[in-house]
Every structure is written in C-alpha cells, then in structure tokens.
C-alpha cells in the first residue's frame, strides 16, 4: 500500500435481519485493517430500506459487536439520515450533466425488455431519455410526471486494482446507464454508498465480494462527483462444507446463536479470522492481539472460505484453555449454577478448589456445556453411567467389581492423597495382578465419573477427595452387583 494517510474503514451492514457470520467476518477484517495501521473504524447503519429494516436487527449488530469486542470510532451514522446529501449528489449530477432525468415507466421498460428477450437480446437501457430535448424535459417535470435520475455511463473501460484480486476491469459498454434516485427521490444503493464513503472520508473499502459487481459503477460515481478514490477489497464468500453459499441449512449463522451457546468471543473471532485470510504457515490459534500484529492484506485469499462448525468447536477449544482463569470463571459460573451443581455461595466459599477444577476440566473441553458436564460427578452425590463408558470399561460386571474393589483398598491404604503417592498405589496394584495399569485406570474412571472422558486420573482423585472417591466406588461396587 503506497497510501500512508491514516487509513479509515467502515462495515456498513444493512439492518434487515440478525449480525450473520459473514457480516461479522467483513466487521472483522475492517477492523483488524483499522487497528493494524494505526485507522479509524466506523460503523454506517444502512437502513434505507425502510420496509426490510428494524431498530431489532440494528440492535441484534450492535449486540453482536460489542460481544465479539469489535468497538467502532466516531457516532454511528445511519445512512436514512443522509437523505438529503444523497440528493443533492444527484442534483449535481444532473447539474453537471454526469446524469439525466429519465420518464421511461416501468410498464414501458418491461415491454422493451420482453422485445429484447424475444430478439434473444441482452437488454440494456437504449438512453432514449438522454436525447430528449431540455425543453420538454422541463416541461414533464413542471407538469409534475415521474422520472428517475440515471448515471449515464461514460464509454471507455473501469478498471482498479482490488487489495485481494489485484486489477480488476469493467468495459463499460457491459453497464446500462443505471438509477441512481428513484421516482419517489430516494436514492439506489451506489449512489448512498458513494455518498457517504465520501463524506466519511472512507479511504479502503472492503467488503464482501458479492458487491464487486457494484464497484465500477461506484468509481464512476466517485469521479462524477470529483472525489478521490478509495482503495476497494473485496472479501470471498463463505461456503458450507458442501460448497453452497452459507445459509442455515449449515447450521447456526447468526452470531448472536453462539454467544447464547456459551461460546467464547475470543474463539469466535480467531475462527472469523480465519475465513478468507491466513496469517501465513500453519497459524491458526491467535489472540485478538495477536491477528492485529500478523494481519496484512496480504494474507487475504480469493478462494471462497468453507464454514466448518467442527472447527469452530475445535477453536473454542483451544481457546478455552488458553484465557485465564479469571476470565473463565465468570463465563462457566451461570452455566454450573443453572445446572444445579452448587450455589453461587458454594462455589465462592471453595474458590481455590473451584478453580482447580476448572483448569483441570478444560483441557478436554471444547465448549461450557462440556466443562459442566465433566464437573457434575465432582459436585453431585449420584451421578450417572454414560451407558457407552460402561459397555466399554464394565464389560464383564464381576471382573470389573473385584478389580473395583482391590482398587478401593490400594486407594483407601494410601496415606497421603496426593498425585504421586495415589499413582504409586494404582500402578503397585496392577503390577502385583500382572495387568497394564490402563486396566486399573479405566474402570476407576468409569466408576469416579460415570463417563469415558476426564481429566488424568491421579488428577481426578486429588480433585474429589478421599472420602467422595471411595464412595463414588462403593456405589459403583453397589451397582455392579445388583
Ligand atoms: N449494506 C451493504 C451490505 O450489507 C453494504 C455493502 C458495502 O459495504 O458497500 O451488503
């Protein structure tokens, strides 16, 4: 980038539903943009659809931002607002003859267009109102008939080199003279977008790649109306696994569904991050701290990005383990409290345990729900066999009851309940009975927590205690010999 002034970014998201992943992903990468080199970020609602739009879904992006952390400079602008501005750019237009009225109706366009089909044409606008003469075009709008006002389209190719697909050209003769400003004087999406890119002093435009079609007419626009142009980027599309265009078949895609699921905002971004640019290697796992540093337009790529819920999963994961405790803590908390695993009051009177705990269940966590689903056999009296754990790890029900109960001796003659002098008892007992010591640990588990995945095994006894272990044992040995 040869542009050294002070970049400035918006994500201008048009407020007719929820904030969707791939809003989220374009809100991202204009902010990582912004933050990298030092910019402005801001926020253009564009709610000129006055039909589509609601004051919820402006709210569901608010919403979704400030959860993912991505904080924007300067006073919203809702784009309705500019009305005024939008006209009078078209008054300009019209002024310096960069456009001109139009009275064609839509009836008459439509026939014009089926004409054309007939002919196995491509239908283009024939600029018949460009030729009409400056008197009668005063006299139409004196007598008060509709027009729209159309760009007339310059001959010649449009062409700028785009930051994620290098040059891209238009040859204008493949662009009508389109609507800038409908009959009723509200303005059509380039000529409001231009307009306030202008007056925002936009320098990069980057946004999906849906839109690149929309670019040459914009940069007519641009300099129809004497301004400098802005650096444009556009973003690839995000696919599902099966290759389609992201929808809801593939899942959830509203941002607001995995900040209910309990999923970390810190995963969600790096997992954002990652459709549609790469740090370079095989990075994957990042703080938010960490994407500002490594981000470069660079690293965005032209192919589409495949959303994949398994690694978004995966990430949370990763990042489960990597935050704080601190920052955990809160997060887990509801979610034990709902489960009915303790109280508020419990959990702060054993706070040191409590967050022992925690540290100990993330690692083979990816979500809350897993974390609380581990935590349960450390906080409830009965637990639950997961019916795949014991056909596992119970297979003959006698064998695995006297095993139990040799193991329930090793451990109940064990002095010091700590990590290694626990870990000498078990393995002590398997090599005394010549078996592995996984065959000691596995049964143990199952009976410890009912389930076939936690944390290490000396671990899991220091973390419950004597005396919840050996009765988690004598019930496992209860239900064993029913
Ligand atoms: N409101 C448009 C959208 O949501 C904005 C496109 C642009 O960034 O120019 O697609």
Not at 85 to 99: T, V
Request: aromatic residues 8%; charged residues 30%; negative net charge.
């Amino acid at each position: 980038m040869t542009d050294t002034t002070r970049p400035r970014l918006r994500f201008a998201p048009s407020p007719t539903g929820y904030l969707h992943v791939g809003g989220a992903r374009t809100a991202l990468f204009n902010w990582l943009y912004a933050r990298k080199y030092g910019g402005d970020f801001l926020l253009r609602i564009e709610d000129t659809d006055k039909a589509r739009s609601t004051d919820e879904s402006t709210r569901a992006i608010f919403e979704g931002m400030l959860w993912l952390g991505l904080d924007w400079d300067e006073e919203v602008v809702y784009q309705g607002a500019n009305l005024p501005r939008h006209q009078a750019d078209a008054e300009r237009l019209l002024e310096s003859g960069a456009a001109y009225r139009c009275f064609c109706t839509p009836a008459e366009l439509e026939e014009r267009r089926r004409e054309a089909e007939a002919r196995r044409e491509a239908f283009k606008y024939d600029r018949r109102c460009d030729r009409l003469p400056r008197a009668e075009v005063d006299r139409r709008v004196a007598a008060g008939e509709p027009y729209v006002v159309r760009f007339r389209v310059p001959e010649g190719t449009t062409e700028w080199d785009d930051l994620v697909h290098e040059r891209i050209a238009f040859p204008n003769k493949d662009i009508e003279d389109f609507v800038i400003l409908r009959s009723d004087h509200t303005p059509i999406y380039n000529l409001a977008v231009v307009s306030d890119d202008i007056a925002m002093r936009i320098t990069v435009v980057m946004r999906g790649d849906d839109h690149i079609s929309n670019t040459p007419k914009q940069i007519l626009l641009y300099r129809a109306l004497g301004a400098p142009l802005p650096t444009f980027a556009h973003l690839p599309m995000i696919h599902g696994l099966d290759g389609k265009k992201l929808s809801k078949r593939h899942g959830a895609t509203a941002v607001g569904d995995y900040q209910h699921y309990g999923l970390l905002p810190s995963a969600m971004l790096n997992f954002l991050a990652l459709l549609g640019w790469s740090p370079g290697g095989d990075r994957e796992v990042m703080t938010l701290n960490e994407m500002i540093e490594l981000f470069s337009p660079e690293g965005l790529q032209k192919k589409a990005a495949i959303f994949d819920p398994k690694k978004l999963e995966w990430m949370n994961g990763q990042h489960l383990s990597m935050i704080s405790l601190e920052e955990l803590e809160p997060r887990v908390t509801p979610a034990i409290i709902t489960a009915r695993l303790a109280t508020e009051e419990e959990l702060v009177e054993r706070r040191e345990w409590y967050l022992r705990l925690l540290d100990l269940l993330r690692v083979r966590s990816r979500t809350i729900d897993d974390i609380v689903r581990q935590a349960a056999p450390y906080f409830l009296e009965d637990i639950e066999y997961d019916p795949a754990a014991v056909a596992k790890n119970w297979k003959d029900p006698a064998e695995s009851a006297d095993l139990l109960r040799e193991t329930r001796d090793a451990l109940a003659r064990t002095e010091v309940w700590d990590a290694p002098a626990l870990e000498a008892s078990l393995r002590g007992l398997a090599e005394r009975k010549g078996i592995t010591a996984g065959k000691v640990f596995q049964p143990l588990r199952v009976a410890l927590t009912g389930l076939t995945v936690s944390p290490g095994i000396f671990e899991m006894l220091v973390q419950m205690g004597r005396d919840l272990s050996l009765k988690r044992i004598d019930k496992a040995l209860a239900v064993l010999e029913r």
